[in-house]
């Protein structure tokens, strides 16, 4: 499957920004979908996983409340609705289908999208 990331920019603390990631192929429905950030000089940490139906989903404690993690598997599409946006949210934002093991590890991704950059500013 092949991710297409977009929706990132620059924007106020206390903003809002919606991403977006668009998979390839049909069998989008049958992946485990997440979102993961890399800020400079750190490693890629989990932002939010979401089950093959929407069922259930999953969020970084640091994003917790302010995070919305969505699908439309008619679309092959997974969303992050980023509310109440802080400084500490800024990086590249990776959007990823799992292939097996926990939604919090990078090892369990299969697949990567190209990043999209999210910078709030104070």
Same mark, same amino acid.
């Given at each position: 499957?092949?991710?297409? /990331?977009?929706?990132?920019?620059?924007?106020? /603390? =206390?903003?809002?920004?919606?991403?977006?990631? /668009?998979?390839?192929?049909?069998?989008?429905?049958?992946?485990?979908?997440?979102?993961?950030?890399?800020?400079?000089?750190?490693?890629?940490?989990?932002?939010?996983?979401?089950?093959?139906?929407?069922?259930?989903?999953?969020?970084?404690?640091?994003?917790?409340?302010?995070?919305?993690?969505?699908?439309?598997?008619?679309?092959?599409?997974?969303?992050?609705?980023?509310?109440?946006?802080?400084?500490?949210?800024?990086?590249?934002?990776?959007?990823? /289908?799992?292939?097996? =093991?926990?939604?919090?590890?990078?090892?369990?991704?299969?697949?990567?999208?190209?990043?999209?950059?999210?910078?709030?500013?104070?």
């Amino acid at each position: 499957v092949q991710l297409q /990331a977009s929706g990132g920019g620059l924007v106020q /603390a =206390g903003g809002s920004l919606r991403l977006s990631c /668009a998979a390839s192929g049909r069998t989008f429905s049958s992946y485990v979908m997440g979102w993961f950030r890399q800020a400079p000089g750190k490693e890629r940490e989990f932002v939010a996983a979401i089950t093959y139906t929407g069922r259930s989903t999953y969020y970084a404690d640091s994003v917790k409340g302010r995070f919305t993690i969505s699908r439309d598997n008619a679309k092959n599409t997974v969303y992050l609705e980023m509310n109440s946006l802080k400084p500490e949210d800024t990086a590249v934002y990776y959007c990823a /289908a799992y292939r097996s =093991g926990s939604v919090y590890y990078t090892s369990s991704v299969g697949y990567w999208g190209q990043g999209t950059q999210v910078t709030v500013s104070s």
